[in-house]
C-alpha cells in the first residue's frame, strides 16, 4: 500500500475562487509527516553543516526548492514552483538542486492521488542530537490490595520490557497519590534491605501535604520546596546505559528491584471505614504539579550546555504516565459536589489551576498520559488540558488488567522524536490557511528567535525567519500522527497547477536531526465533474469530522449543538451532491411540498462513500446521547490527533469473520448478526467479537467455546492488524443475548426497517441469489431483530432527501 504523507480533500481544486469557496468540498489536506515507507525509502539529502537543514529557498517565498521547480538551461537561474520567482543559482546551490531536482520519493500515486515530492535530510554526526527520556509514574495508592496486587505486577512487568528497550528511559522516579502527594527515594544509594524500605515510611520520603506545598503558608511552602531541591538526586534513578542505548541484565535487575520495593512497602488503602471508591481522597492533580516542580528543578541541576528548542543539541523528553482508579477529590485541581455554597468559585480555581499547570508542562515538552481503570469516572473532560494540550492521551480500561498495561508499553513506545516544529508555505496568493487542527501549540519565543538567526545567516540569501506565520510546533512526534489543515481560496487560479509544502524539522530518538520536506502539487480544473471525482471521501469525511468534534467538545456535549452540527454535516452531503449532480428529481408532491421539501438528489458512488461516513459519525460516542462524557472526551481526544486511516477505522466500524479459508469482510450492518456464527467487529480504540449464542445449550454463560473464538480473535488481530497500532484497542467478547452485546448492535447499521430488495442492494452476496430464494432468506435473517428508532443508512439519505439508487454498503 502507497504510503500517502499528504491526503488533500481533492486532487484537483476549482481555478474559480467563488467555486472553491461555496461548492461545500472542504478545501485542505491530512498530513501525516512522520510515516515511513519501508518498500521504498526516502532518499536522504546530505546536511551541510547547518544546523536546520541546507536545501535551497526561494528568496521570496522561503519556500524549499523541489523537483516541480524549473531550473534554466545555462543554469543562472531557477524559477520557483510556489510563487513564480526567478532566483539566482548560487554557486554554492547548484549542485544541491541538481540533487533536490532529480530525487524523490516515487511511492506516491500520482494517477490517483495527484503528485507529492518527499525529502528528507539527517544530520551526519557533526549535527548529533542527545534525546534524553525521563519516565514518571504516578500511581494512585487509594486502590483495593487485590487492584493494587494486579497494578504492582503489571508495572514491574512494563518497566522490565521498556527498560529493555533502544529507547528505554535513562532516568526514573516514582510518585503516587493519595490524601498526600508522595515522591519516592527511588534514586537512593542502596544500603541494605532496612535502609531502602525505610526510605518510602513517612516523614523520609517526602510526603507534602497539599497544603504546604501549594495555597499554604508562605512559610511551609518554602520548606516543601527546600526539601524537595535537597534531595533531588534522590528522587530520579539514573539507568545507565551502554553505549548501543541497552541496559545490561544486571542493570536491569537493580532498577526493578528499587522499584519493587517502593511498591512492596506502599500500603494499600485502609477500608477498615469501608469509604466507597469514588469518596478516596485522590490529590491526582496535586501530586503531578509537584512532580512537575521536580522536573523543573532538573533542568537546572542535571542539564548543562544547550538543551531544548530548534536544533539543540540536548533534548528532554519526559513521560508522566498516571495510573490510577478514579478522579482527583483532593486538593488542588478537585472540584467539589455541586452543592458546595462557593461552587462556581471552586470550580473556576480548579480549572485554572489545571490550565496552568498543562501550560507549564507543554512548555517543558512533557507528555502526560492518563490510564484509568476500574468502575469510577475518571472526570476527563477536567484533566483534557493535561493530557491533550501536553500531547498526552487518556485511556480508560475495564480493570488493571494485560490490555491496560499493553496499552502502557505501545504509549511508551510511541514517540519517534521530539521538538518537532512544522511549517506550511502556499503558493502565492492562491490560498489563506484557515485553521490547522492536530496536537499542535504555538512556536515559542525561544524557537522564532532560532528560526530568525538561521533564516539570516543562511546560505539561500535573503533575511527573515525560517519560519511563516503558519508554522506551529507539535505537542509529540509519533508516526500517527494528522495534521489537518483547512483552506481557502483567495482568488481565482490563473495556471494550472497550484502548491502546498510541508516542512517539518524533529530529533529522532536515534539522535539526529531530521528536515522532512514534502511537496504536493495540486492540479487546477474548470471542470465541476473532474472537481468531484477527485475528491477523496475519506479525506474530506475525517476533515468535516475533526472540525464537528472541536465544535461539539468545546460546547461540552450540549444535545443541541451536537443536533444542529448533526444536521449541519447532512445538509452538506446534500448541497455537495446537489451542486455537482445534474439530476435532480423534482418532487411529485403539490406546489406546497415544491416549496417545503428539497428534490431529491441522486448519490454518486463517488460521494457514496462520504455520506455514509457521516452517516456512521452520527452514531459514534461522541455524538449519541447514550455516552458518559468521559467516553466522549477520549474518544475526541484520540480522533484529533490521528490520520486519515485511524480516524476512518474509528468511525466506520469493519467487519470480519475468520473463517476456513481466512478472514471474510462483512458489512457493519446488522444483518452479519445472523449471517455468521461469530465474527469481530474493529470500532478503532475497542474490538467487540460477536458470537451466537448457542441455541443446543441454551446458554448465555461464557464457556470453552466463546473463550476458543475470543483468542482466535484475539490472536489474529495481535498478529495481523495491530502493529504498531496505537492505541490498541481493547478487545471484548460480545455473546447474543448478554448485555454487552447492545454495544455492538448499537453501532451496526440496524437494516431490519428496509425492504428485501434495499437489503440486497446494500449487502454484497446475497444480490446473487435467486429474488424469492433471497427474499425468504432475508425475512428469516432480521425476524429475530428488535425495532429501532434510529434510521438505517437508506432512512438517514432519504430524511437528507438523498437518494442513494442501488449503492452497496462499503466495506472499508
Ligand atoms: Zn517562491
Not at 511498591?263 to 471508591?277: D, M, V
Not at 467487519?655 to 469482510?665: E, I
Amino acid at each position: 500500500m502507497t504510503v500517502r504523507h499528504v491526503r488533500a480533500c481533492a486532487s484537483k481544486v476549482p481555478r474559480d475562487a467563488a467555486v472553491g469557496n461555496t461548492c461545500k468540498v472542504p478545501l485542505g489536506a491530512i498530513v501525516s509527516p512522520f510515516l515511513s515507507n519501508k518498500k521504498t525509502p526516502m532518499p536522504m539529502m546530505p546536511w551541510q553543516g547547518k544546523r536546520l537543514g541546507s536545501g535551497v529557498r526561494c528568496v521570496r517565498c522561503r519556500a524549499m526548492a523541489s523537483r516541480y521547480c524549473h531550473v534554466a538551461e545555462d543554469r543562472v537561474t531557477w524559477r520557483c514552483a510556489l510563487c513564480g520567482q526567478q532566483n539566482k543559482v548560487k554557486e554554492a546551490d547548484a549542485s544541491r538542486l541538481l540533487l533536490m531536482q532529480t530525487n524523490h520519493d516515487n511511492g506516491d500515486d500520482e494517477e490517483n492521488h495527484g503528485s507529492v515530492s518527499v525529502m528528507e535530510w539527517v544530520s551526519d554526526a557533526s549535527v548529533s542530537v542527545k534525546v534524553r527520556r525521563t519516565l514518571v509514574l504516578l500511581i494512585d495508592v487509594t486502590l483495593d490490595a487485590d487492584h493494587f496486587e494486579m497494578l504492582r505486577v503489571g508495572l514491574l512487568d512494563f518497566l522490565g520490557k521498556v527498560l529493555g528497550n533502544k529507547d528505554g528511559p535513562s532516568r526514573l522516579a516514582m510518585a503516587s497519590f493519595g490524601s498526600v502527594a508522595t515522591l519516592y527515594h527511588l534514586g537512593e544509594e542502596e544500603g541494605g534491605e532496612e535502609a531502602t524500605t525505610s526510605s518510602v515510611v513517612e516523614g523520609d520520603a517526602f510526603p507534602v501535604s497539599l497544603q504546604g506545598c501549594i495555597g499554604g503558608e508562605e512559610g511551609q511552602r518554602g520548606l516543601a520546596v527546600a526539601t524537595l531541591e535537597a534531595n533531588l538526586q534522590r528522587y530520579f534513578l539514573e539507568v545507565n546505559r551502554t553505549e548501543g542505548g541497552g541496559v545490561s541484565s544486571g542493570e536491569r535487575e537493580r532498577v526493578l528491584r528499587r522499584v519493587e520495593r517502593t511498591l512492596r512497602a506502599i500500603s494499600p488503602f485502609s477500608s477498615r471505614r469501608n469509604t466507597p471508591n469514588h469518596e478516596r481522597p485522590r490529590c491526582l492533580v496535586g501530586s503531578l504539579s509537584l512532580v512537575s516542580k521536580a522536573i523543573k528543578m532538573c533542568e537546572w541541576s542535571l542539564d548543562d550546555g544547550q538543551q531544548g528548542g530548534l536544533g539543540g543539541s540536548n533534548q528532554n523528553l519526559t513521560s508522566i504516565m498516571v495510573v490510577g482508579g478514579g478522579n482527583c477529590t483532593k486538593g488542588p485541581g478537585s472540584i467539589p459536589s455541586e452543592d458546595h455554597p462557593k461552587f462556581i468559585h471552586l470550580e473556576r480555581e480548579a480549572l485554572s489551576f489545571i490550565e496552568e499547570l498543562a501550560e507549564f508542562l507543554t512548555e517543558r515538552s512533557v507528555v502526560v498520559d492518563i490510564f484509568g481503570a476500574g468502575h469510577v469516572s475518571l472526570d476527563v473532560p477536567c484533566l483534557y488540558p493535561l493530557t491533550q494540550n501536553t500531547g498526552g492521551c487518556l485511556m480508560m480500561y475495564e480493570t488493571f488488567g494485560k490490555d491496560l498495561f499493553a496499552a502502557l508499553e505501545s504509549a511508551y513506545n510511541r514517540f519517534i522524536g521530539t521538538s518537532a516544529v512544522m511549517d506550511f508555505h502556499l503558493s502565492a496568493d492562491h490560498f489563506n490557511v484557515d485553521q490547522i487542527v492536530g496536537p499542535i501549540k504555538p512556536v515559542s519565543a525561544k524557537n522564532r528567535r532560532r528560526a530568525i538567526a538561521e533564516g539570516n545567516g543562511g546560505s539561500s540569501g535573503g533575511g527573515g525567519s525560517l519560519l511563516s506565520d503558519n508554522a506551529v510546533e507539535l505537542t509529540s512526534v509519533e508516526y500517527d500522527h494528522g495534521i489537518t489543515l483547512s483552506l481557502s481560496m483567495r482568488a481565482d487560479i490563473p495556471g494550472d497547477s497550484t502548491f502546498f509544502q510541508v516542512e517539518v524539522w524533529y530529533a529522532s530518538l536515534d539522535g539526529c536531526w531530521r528536515h522532512r520536506v514534502i511537496t504536493s502539487r495540486i492540479s487546477v480544473t474548470s471542470s465541476g465533474r473532474e472537481f468531484i471525482l477527485s475528491v477523496d471521501p475519506l479525506a474530506v469525511g475525517v476533515t468535516l469530522a475533526k472540525k464537528a468534534m472541536v465544535d461539539i467538545r468545546k460546547a461540552k456535549y450540549s444535545r443541541k449543538v451536537v443536533d444542529g452540527v448533526k444536521k449541519d454535516l447532512a445538509d452538506r452531503i446534500y448541497d455537495i451532491a446537489r451542486n455537482f449532480s445534474p439530476k435532480v428529481r423534482g418532487d411529485s408532491g403539490g406546489i406546497v411540498a415544491r416549496f417545503f421539501s428539497k428534490p431529491t438528489c441522486l448519490l454518486k458512488e463517488e460521494l457514496a462513500i462520504l455520506a455514509e461516513f457521516v452517516y456512521h459519525l452520527g452514531r459514534t460516542v461522541a455524538f449519541t446521547e447514550n455516552a458518559h462524557r468521559d467516553e466522549k472526551t477520549c474518544f475526541v481526544a484520540h480522533f484529533l490527533r490521528c490520520g486519515v486511516e485511524s480516524c476512518a477505522r474509528m468511525v466506520w466500524p469493519r467487519c470480519l469473520t475468520l473463517g476456513p479459508q481466512g478472514p471474510v469482510a462483512l458489512p457493519a450492518a446488522d444483518i452479519a448478526l445472523q449471517m455468521e456464527q461469530h465474527f469481530l467487529m474493529d470500532c478503532g480504540l475497542d474490538c467487540f467479537v460477536w458470537v451466537k449464542s448457542n441455541s443446543a445449550v441454551g446458554s448465555t454463560a461464557v464457556g470453552d467455546r466463546e473463550r476458543s473464538i475470543l483468542a482466535k480473535y484475539n490472536e489474529y488481530m495481535w498478529h495481523f492488524m495491530l502493529r504498531g497500532r496505537f492505541p490498541a484497542p481493547e478487545m471484548h467478547l460480545c455473546m447474543e443475548g448478554t448485555g454487552n452485546a447492545r454495544y455492538l448492535q448499537s453501532r451496526l447499521i440496524p437494516t431490519r426497517q428496509d425492504t428485501p430488495e434495499e437489503q440486497a442492494d446494500q449487502v454484497r452476496g446475497l444480490g446473487s441469489l435467486e429474488p424469492g430464494l433471497r427474499n425468504a432468506h432475508i425475512t428469516s435473517l432480521v425476524s429475530s431483530f428488535h425495532c429501532t428508532d434510529e434510521p438505517s443508512f437508506r432512512e438517514w439519505c432519504r430524511q437528507t432527501s438523498l437518494s442513494c439508487g442501488s449503492q452497496a454498503l462499503g466495506i472499508l
